[in-house]
C-alpha cells in the first residue's frame, strides 16, 4: 500500500466537502460544472446523451450527485478504500479503480466533460501532469470541456510554513525554494502546490485552451473556524460574495484551489 493510500484510509474524505469550509468548495464547482453541463445540453437531446468521466473521484461527492441528476457518470478512482465507499452508495456510476496517468480503458474522445479534481494535488513531477492531462484530453470529445484542480503554492507556504512553523525548516531541507518561496513537494509530502504560471506552461505544453480559470473556495480554507461560526444567514451572504468574486485575477493566487476550465 502506498503512503498516498494509507492517508486517505484515515483521512475522512467524505465529510471534507459537508464542512463549510468544503462547502464552499463544492458549492462553486457544481456552479462551474453546470455551467459547462449548460453550454452542452444545446448539442444534445438529454441529460443522458452527456458522458462524464471523473479522475480521481474519491467517495463520490461529484459523480454520485451528477448521475443522480440523469447525467451518464463514469468515476476512476486509485485508492480502494474510497472506491468502496463510491459503491456503496449505490448510485449508476460506473466506478473503476486506476489512475489519471493511464486512461486506456477509454477510448478516444469518450467523454463530454472530464474532471481531474484531485490528481494534480498528488503528482510531483512536470512530465507526470502532463500525461495526466494528456490522457484526459485523449479521451475528452473535441468541443468538450476538461477542468482541473490545483492546490496553490502560497497557501502552503501560509499555512503550513509561516502559521504552523515550518518555513525555517521547509528552507533548510529544501522543500522551499529560498530565492522565490517556491515549494518543492516530493510524494513524501503527499501534496504539490503550483502558481498560476506554472499552470500556464502546463497547458501551453500539452496545447490546451483555456475557456476560464477560477479559485472554488477563494479564502475559505484560511476561515474555517469563522465560517463554522456564522449564522446561517450570514454563511449564505459569504457564499454570495465568493461566487461573485472567484474569478477575479487578483484573488486567484492566494486562494487554497484553483480550478482551471478547457476547452478541448
Not at 471534507?16 to 456552479?31: A, D, N
Not at 486506456?104 to 490528481?119: E, K, M, N
Request: proline fraction near 2%; include cysteine.
Amino acid at each position: 500500500m502506498t503512503e498516498l493510500e494509507q492517508y486517505y484510509n484515515k483521512f475522512c474524505e467524505e465529510k471534507r466537502l459537508s464542512r463549510r469550509h468544503g462547502m464552499v468548495e463544492y458549492i462553486t464547482s457544481m456552479k462551474y460544472i453546470h455551467l459547462c453541463l449548460e453550454q452542452m445540453r444545446g448539442e444534445h437531446k438529454s441529460c443522458q446523451d452527456i458522458k462524464i468521466l471523473d479522475v480521481g473521484a474519491g467517495t463520490g461527492r461529484y459523480s454520485v450527485a451528477l448521475s443522480e441528476e440523469g447525467y451518464d457518470v463514469t468515476a476512476v478512482e486509485l485508492v480502494k478504500y474510497n472506491l468502496g465507499i463510491l459503491r456503496s452508495k449505490g448510485s449508476d456510476v460506473k466506478a473503476y479503480q486506476g489512475n489519471a496517468l493511464n486512461l486506456s480503458r477509454f477510448a478516444d474522445h469518450s467523454f463530454d466533460l472530464t474532471l481531474l479534481f484531485g490528481p494534480m494535488y498528488h503528482l510531483f513531477h512536470f512530465e507526470d501532469k502532463c500525461q495526466a492531462l494528456s490522457e484526459a484530453v485523449r479521451v475528452t470529445k473535441p468541443g468538450g470541456r476538461i477542468m482541473v484542480a490545483y492546490l496553490m503554492n502560497e497557501y502552503g507556504v501560509l499555512l503550513y510554513g509561516f502559521r504552523d512553523g515550518h518555513v525555517r525548516e521547509c528552507l533548510e531541507d529544501g522543500r522551499l525554494r529560498e530565492e522565490d518561496f517556491h515549494c518543492v513537494s516530493t510524494p513524501r509530502d503527499l501534496y504539490d502546490y503550483v502558481r498560476l504560471e506554472d499552470i500556464q506552461k502546463l497547458n501551453e505544453t500539452v496545447g490546451v485552451h483555456r475557456e476560464r480559470i477560477l479559485t472554488p473556495d477563494g479564502p475559505a480554507n484560511y476561515m474555517r473556524q469563522t465560517l463554522h461560526s456564522m449564522d446561517e444567514q450570514t454563511f449564505q451572504l459569504f457564499i454570495k460574495y465568493h461566487l461573485s468574486v472567484c474569478e477575479r485575477s487578483d484573488l486567484l493566487g492566494a486562494a487554497a484551489h484553483i480550478l482551471d476550465i478547457l476547452r478541448v
